[in-house]
């Protein structure tokens, strides 16, 4: 259980989309727009990692036409906030006082929803369960079931844990992050982030 939480912690502290989006949402929403984010991408991958443990993930992947559906619907979602993030950033780059200016950040459950889709409707996430946690199940477990679950509910615990403590950094940074320039950046390099992922959903095949 120990090593498989270091290396839960490793695979999450890698640089993704889910840390892309939530640096984005900080900046926008403030805090409380990266906390939301978070809670909706941990809820996304609390989907994959409840399917994969009760062996849905397994049916899932099992199926060509499920796994092309879903495939393409989450990259179609990447691909929509990508744009919305490049086009945010050419307008700031653009006229970045009026654009500060005119900024509404979105409704709070637009960041829950983001973050929650964005994990939900990603193939790879369900494909990174069902390979990832029977490497750690005991052999011979009485309830194998149960203990994929507590690895499961582990791994969303880590998760919790550091893009929390990254939420807290952004916003704590945020005074210099929300410059206009650098802001067009960020947003910039984060739809550029969710548009590559995109484009790998799309190119992968079963």
Request: hydrophobic share 55%.
């Amino acid at each position: 259980m120990l090593t498989f939480a270091m290396t839960a912690l490793v695979l999450i502290m890698l640089p993704g989309p889910d840390q892309a989006l939530m640096t984005r949402n900080a900046l926008v929403g403030g805090r409380a727009g990266g906390v939301l984010t978070l809670v909706g991408g941990v809820l996304g991958v609390g989907v994959h990692a409840g399917s994969a443990a009760l062996g849905l993930s397994a049916l899932l992947l099992a199926s060509a036409t499920a796994f092309t559906v879903l495939k393409i619907a989450g990259a179609v979602y990447l691909l929509w906030l990508a744009a919305q993030m490049l086009w945010s950033a050419a307008r700031s780059s653009r006229s970045p006082v009026i654009e500060q200016a005119q900024e509404v950040p979105a409704r709070r459950s637009a960041y829950l929803r983001q973050g929650f889709l964005s994990n939900a409707l990603n193939p790879k996430v369900a494909l990174f369960f069902v390979t990832f946690l029977p490497q750690f199940l005991t052999a011979g477990s009485g309830s194998p079931r149960a203990e994929a679950l507590l690895l499961s509910a582990i791994f969303a615990g880590l998760y919790l844990s550091w893009f929390g403590l990254y939420v807290a950094a952004v916003d704590r940074l945020g005074r210099w992050l929300r410059r206009p320039r650098v802001k067009a950046r960020i947003e910039q390099v984060t739809g550029l982030v969710l548009a590559t992922v995109a484009v790998r959903l799309l190119t992968t095949s079963h």
